[in-house]
C-alpha cells in the first residue's frame, strides 16, 4: 500500500462514507468545482455530483444551521468552514442550536463541521487560528484533533458516523508533511481514545495535532540527554480520555501539556485540573504547560515562531520538570 | 421574481383561496384562533398561581396570522414557529397539555422540563411526525435550520415544503440574512413569513430598518413578495397557500410580511410603558383578528351566533380537561438532568459531591421577577 498524506487521507475518508452512505453530503464554500482552498474536496463533485457536493455562499451561519436542518432529517452532512477560523461566525448556531438541539428537544444532528487549522505556516491572524477550546467548553459538542494520517482518515469515518456533532479539526501544517500507510479495510477510529506516541519513563507529554510533532522531536533530542519521555496524543479533545491520561501520569508521575493553541482557557489547564484531583498523589512535581503566548498570531515569521510552542520550548520544560 | 404589495379588507368577499374555503373549514380556522386565545389565557391564570415555571408568551391581536399561515400547510410538511405562533403550532398538531406541561416544567412535558414555553417539536419522516420544529431564542436562527430541513426535501424528491416565522426583528440578525439567501440561491421549497407587529421586545420597527417595509426585502434576495394583512385570516390563508402552492410547485422561496400588533408586552412581565397611549386599545377596538373574523362569520357567512358559542364551550371544557392532566403531572427528578447530552455516551456522570448526595430539596425556588414583573406584588412594577 502507497503511503498518501494527511490531507489525502480526510478525501480518502470523505470519498468512502460518500459511497458508503448515500446520506452523507457536503457543503461548504468553494468546495466543489475548485475542489476547496487546501483541494481537500477535489473530484469529488466530478464523482458525486451536485445535489451531494454544494457550493455554498459565503455564510457560515447558513452552512452550519442548514446542516443542522438537514441532518435532524436523517441526513448525514459534513460542511467545510473554508478556514476554521471562519467558525467563529457560526458560533451561535453550534453553540446554541446545534450543541444543544438533542438535549433540549430530543433532536438528533449528525454533522461534521471540518476546517483547516493551525498555525507554523505564516497564515497572520485570521489563516491559524486554533479556537478549539470554546467547542470545549460547551457541552453536546464531540471535537477531534488528528495528528497523522492514519487518524485524520480514521476518525473522519468515526466522526461522519457519529450521531452527535463532531467539530473536525484539521492541522494545516500537516496537511502534506504527514504521511502515512493506511490499514486495510472499513478503518475507523474510535472518538475518545487517545493513543501513546512514544513510550517513556520519565516524564509524559500530552498534547494533539501539530505539537504532537514538536513533542516526538522534542522526545529525540531529550532520549539523547538520557531522560525517556512519553508522548500522549489526545486525538480526541471533547471527551477526553481521562483514563489514558491518568494511566500516563501514573506512570511517569511528571506531566507536561503542550498545545499550540493560546494558554488562558486552553485546554491544558482543563488537563491539568483533572490531573490534579484525580492523581495528585501519583505526582512528582507540578503539572507544567508549554503553550503559545496570549497573543492574536502575527504574520511575519519571527513573530509568529515566538509566540508558538517550539521544540526547543519542549525540551526546556521537560528538563525543569524531570529535575524539580 | 417579483414582489407585490396587497392589503385586503373583510370587505364585501373576493374569490381568493381563503373565500372559497368551505364553511366547515373556515368554522377550523375559527376554533384555532379561539383555542389559542382561550389557552392563553388559562397560561395567564396559571403564571399568576406561579404554576408557570419561567416567562409567559402571549400572541394576543395575533392568533389570525399564525393560524391562517399555518392552516395552508398539509400535515407531510414542515413548519417552524416563532414564540408567538402557538396558534402554528395547534393547527400543526401540538396539544394544550404538551403545551400546558412544557409552561409548568413538566417531567413528561415533550422536553422533559429541559426547556420553556412552547420551545419543543415534533420533526422527521412524513406521516410519522406532525411536523413543527422546536424553536431557540436567538431570533433568526431557525431561518438556516429551515433551509437545511427543505434542503433535504429537495435532495431526497420529497413532495413536502417548509414554512419558518420570524418576527420583525428577526429580519436585523445575519441569520436571518444568511438563511433566506442560501435558501433562495439553492431554490429550496420555503415559506419565510415576517410577523410585523410593531415591536421587537421595545424596540419599535423604525429602530430596526431603514426599508420602508420589510417585504421590500424580497427583491433583495430575488424571491417572490408580498404583504398581508395579518389580521385577516382569510386573506392570511390566501396568501400563505399559494406560497406553499409554488413552493410545492419548485418555484423557490417567498417571503410574505404579515402586518399585525402584539397588544401585550414582549413576555407578561414586560408593562409595555414604550408604546404611545392609546394605540393597543385602538387594536383592540378596531382590529381584532377574532372579532373580524367573527363579523365575516356572522354577515357573510351567515353562521348562527349558537354555532359559535358551541364551538366556544367546547374549547372551555378541552382546556380545562387539559389543564387538569398538566396539573397533576409530576415535576422531573433531578437526577434526569444528566440523561441525554449525547447519543454516546447515553448519560453525564454526576459531579462527586453530588454522588449519592441528598438532593430532594433542590428546585423549590422560585424566580423573584423579570423586567418590570415583580412576583411580590403578583404584577407589573
Known amino acids: ?324 | 421574481m417579483m414582489s407585490r404589495r396587497r392589503r385586503t379588507s373583510d370587505g364585501p368577499g373576493g374569490q381568493h383561496l381563503g373565500d372559497l374555503l368551505p364553511l366547515e373549514r373556515k368554522l377550523e380556522l375559527y376554533y384555532w384562533m379561539r383555542l389559542t386565545r382561550t389557552l392563553e389565557e388559562r397560561l395567564v391564570a396559571l403564571y399568576r398561581q406561579t404554576k408557570v415555571v419561567g416567562g409567559l408568551f402571549r400572541s394576543l391581536g395575533q392568533e389570525a396570522d399564525a393560524v391562517g399561515s399555518c392552516y395552508a400547510l398539509e400535515h407531510r410538511d414542515v413548519m417552524s414557529p416563532l414564540i408567538r405562533n402557538m396558534g402554528a403550532m395547534l393547527v400543526k398538531g401540538a396539544t394544550p397539555v404538551e403545551i400546558l406541561k412544557q409552561y409548568m416544567a413538566k417531567g413528561d412535558s415533550p422536553t422533559r422540563g429541559r426547556e420553556l414555553n412552547i420551545h419543543f417539536g415534533d420533526i422527521g419522516a412524513a406521516g410519522a411526525t406532525r411536523g413543527f420544529l422546536g424553536q431557540i431564542s436567538p431570533l433568526g436562527d431557525m431561518v438556516p435550520v429551515m433551509a437545511g430541513v427543505t434542503l433535504s426535501f429537495k435532495m431526497r424528491g420529497e413532495d413536502r415544503v417548509g414554512l419558518v416565522y420570524v418576527g420583525d426583528g428577526a429580519t436585523s440578525t445575519g441569520a436571518f440574512h444568511e438563511g433566506i439567501n442560501f435558501a433562495a440561491v439553492q431554490r429550496l421549497p420555503l415559506v419565510v413569513i415576517i410577523e410585523n407587529n410593531g415591536y421587537a421586545y421595545s424596540t419599535p420597527t423604525a429602530k430596526q430598518t431603514a426599508a420602508k417595509q420589510f417585504v421590500d426585502k424580497a427583491i433583495g434576495y430575488g424571491v417572490y413578495g408580498e404583504q398581508v394583512d395579518g389580521n385577516d385570516v382569510l386573506a392570511v390563508y390566501d396568501c400563505t397557500k399559494r406560497a406553499v402552492d409554488r413552493a410545492r410547485a419548485g418555484e423557490g422561496v417567498s417571503l410574505l410580511e404579515f402586518m399585525t400588533f402584539r397588544r401585550k408586552g414582549h413576555a407578561e412581565h414586560d408593562n409595555q410603558s414604550y408604546v404611545p397611549p392609546g394605540e393597543i386599545e385602538l387594536w383592540a377596538k378596531e382590529n381584532d383578528p377574532i372579532d373580524r373574523y367573527v363579523q365575516v362569520l356572522r354577515q357573510r357567512e351567515k353562521v348562527p351566533q349558537a354555532t359559535l358559542d358551541d364551538i366556544d364551550a367546547r374549547i372551555g371544557r378541552e382546556v380545562d380537561a387539559a389543564t387538569d392532566v398538566a396539573e397533576a403531572a409530576p415535576f422531573p427528578q433531578p437526577l434526569d438532568a444528566l440523561l441525554g447530552v449525547y447519543a454516546d455516551p447515553p448519560a453525564e456522570r454526576p459531579l462527586w459531591y453530588r454522588e449519592g448526595a441528598d438532593v430532594s430539596s433542590l428546585g423549590k425556588e422560585r424566580a423573584e421577577g423579570w423586567g418590570t414583573w415583580d412576583a411580590s406584588k403578583g404584577g407589573p412594577r
Open chain 1, 1 to 324: 500500500m502507497a503511503e498518501i498524506t494527511y490531507l489525502e487521507a480526510i478525501r480518502e475518508a470523505l470519498d468512502e462514507e460518500m459511497a458508503r452512505d448515500p446520506n452523507v453530503f457536503l457543503l461548504g464554500e468553494d468546495i466543489g468545482v475548485f475542489g476547496g482552498a487546501f483541494k481537500v474536496t477535489e473530484g469529488l463533485l466530478a464523482k458525486y455530483g451536485e445535489p451531494r457536493v454544494i457550493d455554498s455562499p459565503i455564510s457560515e451561519i447558513a452552512i452550519v444551521g442548514a446542516a443542522a436542518g438537514a441532518a435532524h432529517m436523517g441526513m448525514r452532512p459534513v460542511v467545510e468552514m473554508q478556514f476554521i477560523d471562519f467558525v467563529a461566525n457560526a458560533y451561535d448556531m453550534l453553540t446554541n442550536y446545534v450543541a444543544t438541539a438533542r438535549y433540549r428537544a430530543f433532536l438528533p444532528c449528525p454533522m461534521v463541521v471540518r476546517g483547516p487549522s493551525g498555525g507554523y505556516v505564516r497564515g497572520g491572524p485570521f489563516h491559524s487560528q486554533n479556537p478549539e477550546a470554546g467547542f470545549i467548553h460547551t457541552p453536546g459538542l464531540k471535537v477531534v484533533y488528528p495528528a497523522t494520517a492514519e487518524d485524520a482518515k480514521g476518525l473522519m469515518k468515526a466522526a461522519i458516523r457519529d450521531e452527535d456533532c463532531v467539530l473536525f479539526f484539521e492541522h494545516k501544517y500537516l496537511y502534506r508533511r504527514v504521511k502515512g500507510v493506511m490499514p486495510a479495510g472499513d478503518h475507523v477510529v474510535p472518538i475518545g481514545k487517545a493513543r501513546t506516541a512514544r513510550d517513556g519513563r520519565d516524564l509524559s507529554i500530552i498534547t494533539y495535532a501539530a505539537t504532537v510533532h514538536k513533542a516526538l522531536d522534542a522526545a529525540e533530542q531529550l532520549q539523547a540527554e538520557g531522560i525517556s519521555a512519553e508522548v500522549i496524543d489526545l486525538r480526541t479533545l471533547a471527551p477526553l480520555d481521562d483514563e489514558a491520561i491518568f494511566n500516563t501520569v501514573r506512570k511517569t508521575n511528571r506531566v507536561l501539556v503542550v498545545h499550540e493553541d493560546t494558554r488562558t482557557g486552553g485546554i491544558a489547564g482543563e488537563i491539568t485540573a483533572r490531573i490534579n484531583e484525580s492523581c495528585f498523589a501519583h505526582l512528582d512535581a507540578p503539572v507544567l504547560r508549554v503553550t503559545a503566548h496570549d497573543i492574536p498570531l502575527p504574520y511575519a515569521p519571527a513573530l509568529e515562531d515566538f509566540v508558538l510552542p517550539q521544540v526547543a520550548d519542549i525540551v526546556t520544560a521537560a528538563k525543569r520538570l524531570v529535575q524539580w
